[in-house]
C-alpha cells in the first residue's frame, strides 16, 4: 500500500543542497487490533532505521521515536529520508517536520 507523503517533504527533499539534513515525521503501519505496544514501535523503528540505512548506505543525523504515538522523527540526509519512505509496508505516511508559516490575517 503507498503512503500518505506530505507535498512539503517532497518539496524539502529535492530542495535540499547536498549534505543538508531534511527532518520527517513518520507514521508506522499499525496492527490489525489498531495499536502497536510500545516495544513494537521500538522494533518496527528499528527494523524501519536499518533497513535505510543498509538501501542508502547511510545513517540518520537524530532520530527520536515516540513509543506511545507509533511514530518517530527523523533528521537526515535525502538519500536516507527517501530510504525510509520506500518502505511502504512499515510506513502509513510521511510528513515534513519543519512547515512553512501560513500567513496570518488582521483579527478583526
Known amino acids: 500500500m503507498a503512503i500518505r507523503i506530505d507535498p512539503e517533504l517532497e518539496r524539502q527533499l529535492q530542495a535540499a543542497a ?39 548506505g ?4 537524530r532520530v527520536k521515536v515516540f513509543r506511545n504515538m507509533d511514530s518517530l ?13 520506500a518502505q511502504d509496508d512499515l510506513l502509513e505516511s ?4 519543519v512547515q512553512p508559516q501560513p500567513a496570518v490575517g488582521k483579527l478583526t
Not at 513518520?26 to 505496544?37: D, H, I, K
Request: overall charge positive; hydrophobic content about 45%.
Open 18 to 56: 547536498v549534505g543538508s539534513p531534511v527532518q520527517a515525521v513518520l507514521a508506522l503501519s499499525r496492527r490489525a487490533q489498531g495499536v502497536n505496544t510500545p516495544e513494537e514501535v521500538e522494533g518496527l523503528a528499528q527494523k524501519l532505521l536499518d533497513q535505510a540505512q543498509r538501501a542508502s
Open 94 to 97: 510521511a510528513m515534513a517536520n
Open 73 to 85: 522523527i527523523v533528521e537526515a540526509s535525502p538519500k536516507f529520508v527517501r530510504s525510509l519512505i
Open 58 to 61: 547511510e545513517k540518520p543525523k
